[in-house]
């Protein structure tokens, strides 16, 4: 079926249904395109499942639908250029029905593989007809009937009405005869002006009748062949005589072919085609050296031009009691007769037979030129549709981010902003945040901020498609929610509770990578009046405005850990039996009175049992570690409280003044001494360390401090100095604080563990897909040449897969591009070998610049791939294990920012370091990913020239080692050597200036 019928049906669905049962009945029957291109073939059923989908959607009948489609369609074809044809089909009703079949034939060329209907029209009367609808396809009947009373309502102002008559199966053919009753004026006055016909005393014999009729056949009652025009004759000596079915298979009408359907049907155009092929021929061809004979085979195009097709009118005469068939042959171009055996001699003159095949022939290179063009841009248009699709419902999408549907739909209708804005007397709104977020932060790059927030926050929209909530906003860890707006709801409050539930069972699956431990969220809930509308123009947001907003914020800045917390407002609107409740203690919000807040702890079902909740069980572990660490704290305490020593010693130092020594003044949680330093610049700070200050030889002897670990009074060092030791100290607290926790979570760290693995796994299968899907897309290969088709392991599998690239390069230029692309990337990605190979091969199927380029875009995004997985899924694994050193070389790496693009450069050409250990080594040390892609750019450059250059001679080559020379070593090693100049002058003029200043 082609889409011309199909986009009829949308267009009338989206006028006088909407838009929005467009949408559903495309996402019901999984429709990925917003319209049908006409000239393209769709489903035979897709047009009824449709319809059918319709009905069930609007609960009318299907045979209505049907025929709002049909009469629907009149209008669609007249308006896209078919008005004129239509308009000429007849002058009457009773005209245009006879010619239905000559309204397909013409159609058939601009669709020529379309299955039309058959139409033919007998008992004719002065009140209608009866018309005969034979069809392959089921279920159109209806839309039959929509077209024709449409088209005698606008073309010939008649008022048709039909009803079925019968309806049977004939094989894979539908029947139905169909009775027309309308005013047929035509027919009566045929009746009329028949009684007035004078006949003409003319003498015409049938030998001077049938000769202007070169391809006529006279057929008798029992379809034997009577007598067959001088060219028909020609092509088959012995046609006199024979059976018509014996030789011509009936094309049209889709009719039985015996003697009274033809004359039923008289006034449709029969077309035959012979059963047999007139010319079987095998074209050979011979090699010069008459060594072998080569057969060539006649294509499928010319096996179709050896068949004879003959399209005309079958004429009953009374006074023969025979039917002449009065046929042209239907010749395409000059192949056709030259297969077929005609020539144009064997063309009648009277017609314009001759004209049109020797016209033809002119034009059909420049017709079939214009075909493919136009099929080229029809193809281009229909990618373009589907690519505006696509971004219509991106474009959709984004924007129910932020705005809900029903307020954008009416925005989209052009209602001005300031209607939109709406007071709802009664919504929940919820607020969420990271508990220790800020800290968390501290400890992480901004990517991996950015992931865990991505990561928590996809979780809570999959959980929002399960409650009529809607996503106000989300400000950094913040996530704010509303329910009972913009549609309202009565049992918004139980909304929102539940979506809390499954919210902190959400969040309990993401972890904090430093530590492995699960993050949690503290909720709070309030319900009250708001305003909410349209806010911005360029970036315009569903906003709400009211106190009851900052009411929710409040009471969510008061909650706990993995705890909902809702106001009083909130829970006067839930049901007691189904939640249970923890009152809290008055709390006053918003400066207004205080009132009663309460902890949302369980949910029960309808038995009035209570459901323990994924979450539940992390609160249960958290409150442990929280018991165990106060008991370890107290331990600590103790301990320090033993070590005390409560005299007190004023220190004095030249304008520093070391005061609160005493340890018995100190905060009983800590058990460590606070320095406070006061001098006349700066205000007071303190410095927590684990030391006591004592002066052990008085004011006149110098400053000395008693480490209570060495057990020794070491000399007082300058604030500087000790800050620098305090903070050494505290970072090796830190790295131990760390280790100690991470080995505490042993299961969780397999859990993430084994989810990287996963999702490094899906990552590889979906580059492996990649790549067969461009094998899929590669042109026809040859079956010998299939083992070609491989990651070239030695110089010898290269040399095969270069010889069949190049064959193909010539005509598939950027599908072996693209191959190569991929290939180069997913090589380097995942660190795979072969990468050289394809660098040479790059040598020897492009001009060395595009080969270069190639080679050194392909390397740097490999890389730079490489580089993102690396800190995704392998930077937690190594800092497990190898966190100090890690730490030391990040600091090392630190210290030479502004000189790593040259240390990329130099380990690129050297061969020190394999390219694989760069490029899973450089995220974990910190090294940024502008200075590693344009590093590797630059560095892969230098060597690469090499394997171009030796793939300009392939063949030659019998290793990989063949590539290298003494000399180009030494020139790598030169150019190695240059790389590094940039830092030593660096280094040397920023000595210079210092000595300078």
């Not at 006591?692 to 009074?713: A, E, Y």
């Not at 790295?735 to 563990?753: D, Y």
């Not at 010998?784 to 095969?800: M, N, Q, S």
């Not at 790593?900 to 990913?929: A, E, G, K, Q, Y």
């Amino acid at each position: 079926m082609y889409g011309l019928l199909l986009q009829s049906a949308v267009e009338i669905i989206q006028a006088k249904y909407g838009q929005e049962t467009w949408d559903e009945i495309k996402t019901i029957l999984r429709i990925d395109t917003n319209s049908f291109s006409a000239f393209h073939q769709y489903g035979e059923t897709l047009f009824t499942r449709i319809a059918n989908l319709l009905s069930e959607l609007k609960h009318e009948p299907i045979s209505d639908i049907m025929d709002i489609f049909g009469f629907e369609f009149v209008s669609y074809v007249s308006n896209n250029g078919y008005d004129q044809i239509l308009r000429i089909l007849g002058h009457n009703m009773r005209d245009f029905l006879n010619g239905l079949d000559n309204l397909h034939e013409y159609m058939r060329y601009s669709y020529p593989r379309m299955r039309p209907p058959s139409f033919y029209v007998e008992k004719e009367s002065a009140e209608g007809l009866t018309l005969h609808y034979r069809s392959r396809r089921r279920g159109f009947v209806h839309y039959v009937i929509g077209q024709i009373t449409e088209i005698g309502r606008r073309y010939y102002d008649s008022h048709v009405e039909i009803e079925i008559i019968s309806e049977r199966e004939e094989l894979d053919v539908t029947h139905i005869v169909l009775e027309l009753r309308f005013e047929n004026i035509a027919y009566i006055k045929q009746a009329i002006d028949n009684k007035d016909i004078q006949e003409l005393a003319l003498a015409l014999d049938s030998e001077t009748f049938l000769e202007l009729f070169p391809f006529h056949m006279v057929i008798s009652e029992s379809l034997k062949i009577i007598s067959a025009g001088s060219s028909l004759s020609h092509l088959f000596p012995n046609i006199t005589g024979e059976l018509l079915r014996d030789i011509f298979h009936l094309v049209r009408p889709i009719i039985t072919l015996n003697w009274s359907q033809i004359i039923l049907h008289s006034n449709n155009v029969f077309e035959f085609t012979t059963i047999e092929p007139l010319h079987k021929q095998i074209l050979t061809q011979i090699k010069d050296d008459d060594s072998d004979i080569l057969l060539k085979m006649p294509s499928h195009q010319d096996i179709n031009d050896t068949y004879l097709k003959m399209r005309g009118q079958m004429l009953y005469l009374h006074e023969w009691k025979a039917i002449v068939y009065l046929a042209t042959p239907i010749l395409e171009n000059l192949d056709v007769m030259i297969n077929t055996g005609l020539f144009i001699n064997d063309l009648s003159m009277h017609d314009s037979s001759r004209d049109l095949v020797l016209a033809g022939t002119q034009q059909s290179a420049e017709l079939k030129l214009a075909l493919d063009q136009e099929k080229q841009k029809s193809k281009a248009l229909e990618e373009s549709m589907k690519k505006l699709d696509s971004e219509m419902r991106r474009t959709d999408l984004l924007l129910y981010q932020m705005i809900p549907k029903k307020i954008a739909d009416r925005l989209r209708n052009g209602e001005k902003t300031a209607n939109l804005c709406e007071t709802f007397e009664s919504c929940t709104i919820l607020f969420s945040d990271v508990v220790g977020f800020t800290s968390i932060c501290a400890l992480l790059t901004p990517m991996e901020v950015v992931s865990i927030l991505n990561e928590m926050y996809t979780k809570f929209d999959k959980c929002l498609e399960n409650h009529n909530c809607y996503k106000v906003e989300t400000i950094g860890d913040a996530y704010m929610l509303v329910s009972g707006l913009p549609e309202r709801a009565r049992n918004h409050a139980a909304e929102i509770i539940d979506m809390a539930f499954d919210m902190l069972d959400a969040i309990i699956t993401v972890s904090n990578p430093t530590s492995n431990e699960r993050l949690k969220i503290r909720i709070g809930c309030h319900s009250g009046p708001v305003v909410a509308g349209i806010a911005g123009i360029k970036m315009p947001r569903y906003c709400l405005f009211g106190d009851t907003v900052t009411q929710a914020n409040i009471i969510e800045q008061t909650s706990k850990a993995l705890h909902i917390h809702i106001s009083d407002s909130t829970y006067k609107l839930l049901d007691r039996k189904s939640y249970e409740f923890e009152e809290r203690a008055r709390a006053t919000i918003n400066g207004s009175l205080p009132s009663n807040t309460f902890f949302v702890l369980k949910k029960k079902d309808r038995s009035g049992n209570i459901q323990i909740r994924p979450f539940h069980q992390a609160y249960e572990q958290m409150k442990r570690q929280e018991i165990e660490e106060a008991k370890r704290a107290q331990a600590m305490m103790i301990k320090n409280i033993n070590k005390r020593d409560p005299t007190p010693y004023p220190l004095k130092s030249n304008g520093v003044t070391l005061s609160s020594v005493s340890t018995n003044a100190l905060p009983r949680s800590t058990g460590s001494a606070e320095l406070i330093i006061s001098t006349k610049a700066n205000s007071d700070s303190s410095i927590n360390e684990n030391r006591r200050f004592t002066n052990v030889s008085g004011d006149s002897q110098p400053l000395k401090i008693f480490d209570p670990v060495t057990g020794k009074h070491e000399p007082k060092l300058p604030i500087q100095g000790r800050l620098r030791k305090a903070i050494k100290k505290k970072r090796h607290t830190d790295f131990k604080s760390t280790t100690m926790t991470n080995n505490s979570h042993p299961v969780q760290n397999e859990r993430i563990k084994r989810r990287h693995f996963v999702v490094l796994g899906l990552l590889f299968l979906i580059s492996i897909a990649s790549l067969l899907m461009v094998y899929i897309l590669f042109p026809n290969i040859d079956p010998e040449e299939k083992h070609a088709f491989k990651i070239p392991k030695t110089i010898d599998d290269a040399k095969i897969l270069g010889n069949v690239l190049y064959k193909y390069s010539k005509h598939h230029r950027y599908i072996i591009m693209t191959a190569f692309f991929m290939s180069y990337i997913f090589l380097q990605t995942f660190a795979i070998p072969g990468s050289i190979f394809l660098s040479i091969l790059a040598g020897f199927l492009y001009p060395f610049p595009l080969a270069l380029f190639l080679v050194c875009l392909c390397s740097s995004l490999g890389a730079t791939f490489c580089y993102l997985l690396s800190k995704l899924f392998g930077r937690h694994i190594l800092l497990k294990y190898f966190r100090k050193k890690i730490v030391d070389w990040q600091l090392k790496v630190q210290k030479r920012a502004d000189s790593l693009l040259w240390f990329i450069i130099f380990l690129r050409i050297t061969p020190i370091l394999p390219n694989w250990f760069i490029n899973v080594c450089s995220p974990i040390l910190d090294v940024p990913l502008k200075p590693f892609f344009f590093g590797t750019f630059g560095g892969v450059a230098l060597p690469s020239i090499l394997f171009i250059q030796a793939g300009k001679t392939l063949h030659q080559l019998s290793s990989p080692s063949d590539v290298f020379s003494w000399g180009s070593i030494l020139m790598l090693a030169l150019c190695a050597s240059l790389s590094l100049l940039p830092i030593y002058f660096k280094n040397n003029i920023e000595k210079f200036f210092k000595k300078q200043s």
